[in-house]
């Protein structure tokens, strides 16, 4: 739980802490990093999920990201920017989900 500052000084121990707590939680999100890698390599290679409370899938979705699609359209037309998106190679992302 929190500690509350009650006065207008910040001491060397809420100093202290909150560093600590930073340097945890780097720590915490970069080991948090390496398991999603290892869990989402398991399932692509086609790991079954053990039978319980948790369970994963990978979630793949495309998208194309046309950051100039609203000046094309100002410049030129609306299907011209339409056939640019439609040759426009979408990027996949894969997402881990855990419930």
């Keep these: 739980m929190a ?3 009650l006065s207008h000084s910040i001491s060397q121990f809420q100093l202290a802490r909150y ?3 930073a340097s945890q939680l780097e720590a915490l999100k970069a080991e948090q990093a390496a398991l999603q890698q290892q869990l989402i390599a ?3 290679g086609g790991a079954e999920v053990e039978a319980g409370a948790r369970s994963a899938s ?3 979705c495309e998208r194309r990201s046309v950051a100039w ?3 094309v359209i100002r410049l030129r037309s609306a ?3 339409s ?3 439609s040759c426009t190679k979408p990027t996949t992302y894969t ?3 855990v419930r």
């Design 3 to 5: 500690t509350p500052i």
């Design 19 to 21: 560093a600590t707590l």
């Design 42 to 44: 398991a399932l692509q």
């Design 58 to 60: 990978l979630k793949t």
């Design 69 to 71: 699609k609203d000046v």
């Design 79 to 81: 299907g011209y920017a």
């Design 83 to 85: 056939r640019i998106l």
């Design 95 to 97: 997402k881990l989900v």
